[in-house]
C-alpha cells in the first residue's frame, strides 16, 4: 500500500519525505526501521537526480526531533523543512 501511495508522486523530495515517515511510522521490523527509513529516502531522492541526504551525528537531534513532530504531533512540516534543507544546492 505504501508504495502504491507514492508511485504516482511526481517529486523526489515529497516521495522522500512520506517514504520515509511511512517506514517509520508503520515500524514493521524488530530492528532496522531507521536504516530502513533512511535508505528508502535516499533512494527516492536518487530516483529523482536528487543526491542522498546523510543525518550527520550534529544533526541527528534535529532530526529526531522533527521526525517525532510528524510521528507523534502529526506536524509534517519540520521533517520536510529538514530534508528540503539537506538537500538544498544539490538539485536543479
Known sequence: ??????QH??????????G???MGYIHP??????RT??????????SGGVPWLIVRFENRA????SLEQASVGGDAL????FIIEGTA???G
Open 89 to 91: 544546492g544539490k538539485f
Open 37 to 46: 527509513a533512511r535508505f528508502l529516502m535516499n533512494a527516492m531522492l536518487a
Open 1 to 6: 500500500m505504501m508504495f502504491d501511495l507514492l
Open 20 to 22: 520515509h515517515w511511512l
Open 29 to 34: 521490523f524488530p530492528d532496522g526501521n531507521g
Open 9 to 18: 508522486e511526481t517529486s523526489p523530495l515529497v516521495r522522500a519525505v512520506l
Open 78 to 81: 519540520p521533517f520536510a523543512r
Open 62 to 65: 534535529e532530526y529526531l526531533e
